[in-house]
């Protein structure tokens, strides 16, 4: 539609969706085009018509959407053609990338859903999803406010995953779950480039795939797809090949390419079988196959925990973080997340420690509750496919678990006790995790998603029952071939030297048939265990793993620093705010402001983006870092107003971010020194328009403006803004800085002034102002 629009004449900034109502003909005209070309499913233009982007020029959605659904069936009529609301990004991001939060985009959403459905769409494709969460917010709205089928394509970039980090593992397994009827990518690359990404969620998913790529890659002068109708066809075939049902094209492909794609289609494509897939929890950037043991951490959870109580009590979230982040750099493969304490509303606080931890670790999480309402909630708002603790084999149970696990497409433990109680054989165990089974399967919900927990006993209590856990495990592994779960730390419950007793039976039950042991991850004893045990049953390939974790000196080996080893560059790096924060407070003791930001929070932001440009990291840990790097600029910024005699107004200038770059922890660095040196600073933000600067600038006169980018791709927006200031008839001195910035840059734009930091910043406005 975007293609065709712009080809008719559309202008570079026209709403698409307004032409529904000012070019109805061009509309009918490109959708009959296509399926004359033999689409068989055309995307309404109502790819942009959510309450956010239409309140830009004051329309509704619900009105919008009928005009482009009337139009695109008015088009199919005669072609036997499905017509689709087409939902695409609302614009903006998501809470913890951006400020909309989850339910707000539900709700924008699900506007757009009903409008849908009223106005008569066959079908609702979701689209150009470039972050899970959003997709997981239009995907429930659709289930949740219509009746219809719903497709569901994201963007992604060569890299194998979106620019938010989302694997398509990860976006296979967890929009399967919630319940898309076909899922796949569109947009970004071209068809030989979707070819591994097809391949990768075919092995994750037995739901038709979508494949709609664009017209080959943008030559990067003039922007035209490198790829004709021809060679775009052919490549599709390898897409078909390898398992796409639906096919078609994204920017570029006009109805020449529909038409060759058509031309080498079979006319029924049959679904190639697959395997189930073997089961797998993920968050949005990392998916855990359950193909060997996996370690699930224990330590978030208030049991015996005076600390992690007060931290619940006290909405304490930084605390409840650092513990997941210690135990994720423990080793931890999943995290049990557990917030039930007297006094707390779990319904409330569940979800509102998933989101905090799910900002900052990217392990898949168990959520633990025995409240229903407490799962949903939580469930609802993780971003990824989640695991839930528990239901048990009560009808009760039952009844209330596995309808919200179903739901949401979680796996679930299922706990080897009902109305009697725990029995005492290992058959009676095995009898209740056959009947938990058989009522999953019964819901829908796949056998690999279902884990048994045969329950530990403390063996200082019960001590014949150790066994009977034991023989309860190999049977549930060994005849029904689940997934077997066990929270093994309560065996050496009340005994001396709990670790070497815990350490033992883990590795017996290792050994019987337990995959997921749940432990305490920061303990040695349970982390050497299970490395030992990976080697020896073969899941370690030349027992690398094992070499790496000793290769170190024994004191180093995978111990996670605890919060009193943690260096202010680590609590940074890993978001830790309340550590960065406590750690940058130590550190002024002794050591400058101003040393403090460049010796030790630029470089440690410095190795997070590294991190980023590699793959390592992703934007929510690149978002969480610059909340931690903030909070320590914030004691520094006390320190400075507590240091700085206020001085005299030495003179008023204006700081800004340029257009287009939000990076701004530079710029109120600057700001800071510079209003510590006595200059009155009008901070315009961030993205701010040259406009706004310029506007400023002329109306105040300020003798100097200051102007801080980020990024290679707001340089220009830099020069935009000095070249217009210098047009002024009285143009202030422009001082330009910011990591991309240079002096040759300056000097090429224009600039009157570089400086390379806060202090330089500060020299130069002496300079500037004792000159006036
Ligand atoms: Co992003 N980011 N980021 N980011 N980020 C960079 C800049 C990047 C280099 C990371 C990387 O890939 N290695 C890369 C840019 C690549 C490029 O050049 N094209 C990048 C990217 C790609 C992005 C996004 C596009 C990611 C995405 O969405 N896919 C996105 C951009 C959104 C946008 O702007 N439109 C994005 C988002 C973010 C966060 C929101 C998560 C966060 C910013 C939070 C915030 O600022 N409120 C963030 C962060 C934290 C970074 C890194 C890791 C750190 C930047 C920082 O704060 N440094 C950064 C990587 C890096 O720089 N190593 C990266 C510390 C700060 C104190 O230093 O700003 O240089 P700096 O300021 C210094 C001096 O430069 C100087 O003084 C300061 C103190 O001494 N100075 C001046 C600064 N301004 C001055 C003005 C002056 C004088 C001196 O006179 C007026």
Known sequence: MGTMLQKMGMEPGDVPELLNFTRPNWIVSIHQAYLEAGSRIIYANTFGANRRKLARVNREPGPVIAAAIGLAKEAARGFGALVALDVGPIGELLEPMGTLSFETAYDVFAEMMRAGAAAGADLIVIETMTDLYEAKAALLAAKENTGLPVFVTMSFEASGRTFTGCTAASMARTLEGLGADAIGVNCSLGPRELLPLIRELRRNTALPLIAKPNAGLPDPEDGHYDLPPEEFAAAMADLTRAGATLVGGCC??????????????????????????????????????????????????????????????????????????????????????????????????????????????????????????????????????????SVSGKEESLAAILPVVKKYGAAVIGLTLDENGLPDTAEKRFAIAEKILSRALSMGIPRQ????????????????????????????????????????????????????????????????????????????????AVAAFRVLNGEDAQCAGYIARFAQAQAEAKSAPSPSSMTLEEAIQRGLKADAARLARDALQSEA?????????????????????????????????????????EEIRQQLDSQGAKQAEKGRLILATVQGDIHDIGKNIVKTVLQNYGYAVIDLGRDVPPETIVETAAAQQIPLVGLSALMTTTLPAMAETVSRLKRLPHPPFVLVGGAVVTPEYAQAIGADGYAKDARAAAAVAREVFAGL
């Not at 951490?297 to 409840?320: C, M, S, W």
């Not at 023989?471 to 005994?495: C, D, E, P, W």
């Open 252 to 389: 570029g492909t006009d109805p020449a390419y529909i038409r060759s794609l058509k031309q080498i289609l079979p006319e029924e494509t049959v679904l190639p079988a697959s395997p189930p897939p073997p089961g797998l929890v993920c968050s949005a950037t990392t998916a855990v196959t359950l193909d060997r043991v996996r370690v699930i951490g224990e330590r978030v959870n208030p049991t015996g925990k005076k600390r992690f109580q007060q931290a619940l009590l006290e909405n304490d979230l930084d605390y409840i973080v650092s513990v997941a982040v210690q135990e994720m750099d423990a080793g931890a493969d999943i995290l049990d997340v557990n917030v039930g304490f007297p006094g707390v509303d779990e319904k409330a606080m569940l979800p509102r420690v998933v989101k905090a931890i799910q900002a900052a670790v990217d392990l898949p999480l168990q959520l633990d509750s025995v409240d229903p309402a407490a799962l949903e909630a939580a469930l609802r708002v993780y971003n990824g496919k989640a695991a839930v603790n």
């Open 593 to 633: 402001p101003l040393n403090l930001v460049e010796q030790r929070l630029i470089p440690a932001l410095d190795r997070v983006g590294l991190d980023y440009e590699k793959g390592a990291a992703f934007l929510p840990q690149l978002l969480s870092a610059a909340q931690a790097a903030q909070a320590v600029f």
């Open 449 to 528: 998603d279902v884990w048994i927990d045969c329950l530990t006993l403390t063996v200082s209590a019960q001590q014949d029952q150790a066994e009977e856990t034991l023989r309860a495990v190999t049977l549930v592994r060994q005849k029904l071939g689940l997934q077997t779960v066990l929270g093994v730390s309560n065996i050496s419950f009340g005994l001396p030297n709990r670790p070497l007793v815990t350490q033992t039976f883990l590795i017996r039950a290792l050994h019987a048939g337990l995959t997921l042991p749940i432990v305490n991850p920061n303990q040695r004893e349970m982390m050497d």
